[in-house]
């Protein structure tokens, strides 16, 4: 059972590149969730998922696109990466009503330059 | 979405008791209060979460006012490990998002 995993663990981009961050559970959880954390603040959920085909958007959702085709993954994409999108990344899930609450991965730090 | 309030920090001897305080005013009826504390470099991690009656688990208590206005979490014996960042966060009934403060940095002294 390896719980919430994320790829990669780092990743450096340039201004303009694209990339997927992966997230990947084997808890059947339905709920996902993507955050994004900036340095010396707390997280903030850009975007969330009550199931497979099912997406909404959180608080900071600009340059982001999700999709869930599958119960276990939940991918991110950062369509055109910006500096301001240095932060690290964290995807987390949960079962429907979160008895024991949501299962954050390690995160993924990344770094546009 | 309704907001919580949280102290910055707090200082706690080791092996004593930890009460972190959070406010939330606006809370609504259906809004559940969730506990997650954040270990340094590391992913949150769940701690606790209750809706009206007081909760316990093997890592702490959630005391929540009578009015829902405001709840502490109370570590019984902190310990070295147990510092980490503290959040406080209210979610609607479905559970399905969460908004995170700025949360309680907590440091345990020995």
């Known amino acids: 059972n390896a719980g919430v995993t994320q790829t990669p663990k780092f990743q450096v981009l340039k201004t303009g590149q694209s990339m997927t961050l992966q997230c990947a559970q084997d808890m059947n959880h339905e709920y996902m969730s993507w955050y994004r954390q900036d340095p010396g603040m707390g997280l903030r959920l850009i975007h969330y998922s009550v199931g497979a085909g099912i997406t909404d958007q959180g608080e900071v959702p600009n340059g982001y696109n999700v999709s869930r085709s599958t119960t276990e993954d939940f991918p991110l994409r950062l369509l055109s990466a910006a500096p301001s999108q240095t932060s690290v990344y964290f995807c987390?899930?949960?079962?429907?009503?979160?008895?024991?609450?949501?299962?954050f991965g390690s995160g993924t730090r990344l770094t546009v330059v | 979405d309704a907001k919580t309030t949280q102290p910055n920090s707090m200082e706690s001897n080791e092996e004593e008791p930890v009460h972190l305080p959070c406010n939330h005013s606006?809370?609504?009826?259906?809004?559940?209060i969730h506990w997650y504390r954040q270990l340094p470099s590391q992913g949150p991690e769940y701690v606790i979460h209750g809706l009206t009656s007081n909760v316990n688990n093997r890592m702490a208590s959630l005391a929540i006012a009578e009015d829902r206005k405001s709840s502490t979490l109370i570590l019984h014996r902190a310990t070295l490990r147990d510092a980490a960042v503290y959040y406080c966060i209210l979610s609607p009934y479905n559970f399905n998002k969460f908004y995170f403060g700025s949360g309680t940095k907590l440091n345990v002294k020995p």
């Open positions: 606006t809370i609504s009826g259906t809004d559940y």
């Open positions: 987390a899930s949960s079962e429907d009503r979160g008895n024991y609450g949501y299962t």
